[in-house]
């Protein structure tokens, strides 16, 4: 069975600095992974997936993630963070057709 | 025009009730799911259908019973309601290969009492 471990179940930053916010997979084939976004009270919305090709994915709102396989990891970035920013974040990965979601990790931003 | 809802948004209950959730999808897709988010926002995978049919059900207990009319609907009917039901259920749809995005609905927070 296929797991996502999210190293750090809360990350602040200050407004503008760099976020970093880790995945780590373990997949006994290619893996096909996502970082999805929760802002308070709502659903989940798609950040950025690795499929295929390039392991450098860059996503909406500024974000990106590599895939290293060598490190089953996939964490996620953002050059500068934004008061916007703060929500949870999850990684996940498909098995099948379903997801299979990290813990989470709550992003505060402060100015 | 809203891709994934689901109805009611809020749901309070007493213990051993039955309660039912709808979703709705408008994006087209062959499969839709439900995921449960506890309190500690965990989110777990419950059923998955696609085209009608069940293709997931992780191990929920039987009280839980997805109910697809057609492709663009999955409701939820929960029989006998205990207090451990209580947390956040979300909808999604997706296209059926694994690569796909799933589009999630807002949520129904259900609180049993």
């Known amino acids: 069975a296929q797991s996502v471990t999210q190293l750090g179940s809360h990350v602040s930053v200050s407004e503008g600095a760099l976020v970093l916010l880790r995945c780590n997979y373990s997949?006994?084939?290619?893996?096909?992974l996502f970082w999805y976004v929760q802002y308070p009270n709502q659903g989940l919305q798609l950040l950025l997936k690795?499929?295929?090709?390039?392991?450098l994915v860059k996503g909406i709102n500024g974000f990106e993630a590599e895939f290293k396989k060598s490190e089953t990891s996939f964490h996620l970035t953002k050059p500068s963070a934004h008061m916007s920013d703060a929500a949870e974040y999850f990684c996940a990965v498909s098995e099948g057709t379903a997801l299979i979601f990290g813990k989470g990790t709550t992003l505060s931003v402060s100015s | 025009d809203t891709a994934v809802s689901q109805t009611p948004k809020y749901l309070v209950t007493q213990m051993g009730n039955d309660k039912s959730i709808k979703c709705e999808q408008n994006?087209?897709?062959?499969?839709m799911y439900w995921y449960k988010q506890d309190s500690k926002k965990f989110l777990k995978i419950m059923f998955s259908y696609n085209n009608k049919e069940l293709i997931i059900n992780e191990t929920v207990p039987n009280r839980f019973s997805p109910k697809s009319p057609d492709k663009a609907h999955l409701n939820l009917h929960i029989n006998s309601l205990e207090l451990g039901d209580s947390a956040v259920y979300f909808c999604?749809?997706?296209?059926?290969?694994?690569?796909?995005?799933?589009?999630f609905g807002p949520g129904t927070r259900l609180t049993v009492l």
């Open positions: 994006l087209g897709h062959d499969t």
């Open positions: 999604a749809s997706s296209q059926a290969r694994d690569t796909d995005t799933q589009y």
């Open positions: 690795y499929t295929t090709g390039a392991t």
């Open positions: 997949s006994s084939v290619p893996p096909y």
